[in-house]
C-alpha cells in the first residue's frame, strides 16, 4: 500500500493527470472512476490504482474486471489516492490509441467529422459520445483543439 503523497508513483499519477506533454511523452492517459474501469479494453489497461475504503467495498467487482489480466491493483491510502484523483475510488493508465486516416476511411460508407479550434474538454467528450451515436467512423481534430485525453474530456465520454 502507498501511504505518501511523496511517493514517486503518486508524482507520476498528478502529473499526468495535468501535463499533456508526459501523457503524450508515455502514450498513455488516465481514467477515473468504477464505470470507465469496467469500460477499458484489457489490453489497454497499464495500471490500476485504489482507494483503501474503495477496495474494501469493491474488491470482488475489480478482481472479477481484472480476472483475465496479469494487472496488479495498487492500494493507496484514502489521503494519497484524493491526492492523485479527482475522483474517488479507482483511478487507471490506459494506453492511448492511434489510428491511421486509412482505418477511419475503410467503413463501405465513412462518416467523418472535422473539428477545428474546440477548447472546451466538456464540449469535446460530448462530441465524441454523440458522434459516436450517431454512427461516426471517425473524428479529425487540428491540432488547436483540447487534448482528447485530457482529464475532464475522458470523463465527459463516458458511456462512449
Known amino acids: 500500500m502507498i501511504t505518501s503523497t511523496s511517493n514517486a508513483r503518486i508524482k507520476r499519477l498528478v502529473n499526468l493527470k495535468k501535463k499533456r506533454k508526459l ?28 482507494s483503501e475504503s474503495f477496495y474494501k467495498k469493491e474488491k470482488d467487482t475489480v478482481k472479477e474486471v ?8 495498487e492500494e493507496l491510502t484514502d489521503t494519497v489516492f484524493s491526492h492523485a484523483s479527482d475522483t474517488k475510488g479507482i483511478l487507471c493508465v490506459v494506453e ?16 467523418i467529422m472535422v473539428l477545428d479550434h474546440l477548447q472546451d474538454p466538456g464540449n ?7 458522434a459516436e451515436g450517431a454512427g461516426v467512423t471517425g473524428i479529425l481534430m487540428d491540432r488547436e483543439c483540447v487534448d482528447i485525453y485530457n482529464p475532464k474530456t475522458i470523463r465527459s465520454t463516458m458511456g462512449s
Open 96 to 111: 492511448q490509441m492511434n489510428h491511421k486516416i486509412s482505418e477511419l476511411t475503410s467503413a463501405e460508407c465513412p462518416l
Open 66 to 73: 481484472l480476472k483475465d489480466s496479469k494487472i496488479r491493483v
Open 124 to 130: 469535446l467528450g460530448t462530441i465524441l459520445r454523440t
Open 23 to 50: 501523457r503524450d511523452e508515455e502514450g498513455v492517459f488516465l481514467v477515473e472512476g468504477i464505470r470507465m474501469f469496467r469500460e477499458v479494453p484489457l489490453d489497454k489497461l497499464k495500471e490500476v490504482y485504489v
